[in-house]
Nanobody, 123 residues
Framework: QVQLVESGGGLVQAGDSLRLSCAAS????????VGWFRQAPGKEREFAAA???????YYADSVKGRFTVSRGNDKNMVYLEINSLKPEDTAVYYC?????????????????WGQGIQVTVSS
């Protein structure tokens, strides 16, 4: 099993920047592809960004230019940097992982999920 833990969320103001972290641990035998998803109140969970096991990156059109996904020197750490935060970015953010593979936009392709972390953007 692979465990994922998100950190770095909280209450921020519109226009601020934030960096979310996703730490993977457990039985990791191959590089992970990691996706970031978010679920706003009353809405369905949606894809935000992903990074493949070879560090190719993918973004939802709605976040391109403001979100950056990257991998740390510790390959089991993945980050999501969010710039120019907007109130509509308020959501629970989840990281998800799968062994190898590309950065999929489909949540069902990821077998491992973190517990989620709240990001609240005040106007």
């Amino acid at each position: 099993q692979v465990q994922l833990v998100e950190s770095g969320g909280g209450l921020v103001q519109a226009g601020d920047s934030l960096r979310l972290s996703c730490a993977a641990s457990g039985r990791i035998f191959s590089p992970l592809a990691v996706g970031w998803f978010r679920q706003a109140p009353g809405k369905e969970r949606e894809f935000a960004a992903a990074i493949s096991f070879e560090d190719d990156t993918y973004y939802a059109d709605s976040v391109k230019g403001r979100f950056t996904v990257s991998r740390g020197n510790d390959k089991n750490m993945v980050y999501l940097e969010i710039n120019s935060l907007k109130p509509e970015d308020t959501a629970v953010y989840y990281c998800a992982a799968k062994p190898l593979g590309t950065g999929s936009i489909y949540d069902f392709s990821y077998p491992y999920w973190g517990q989620g972390i709240q990001v609240t953007v005040s106007s």
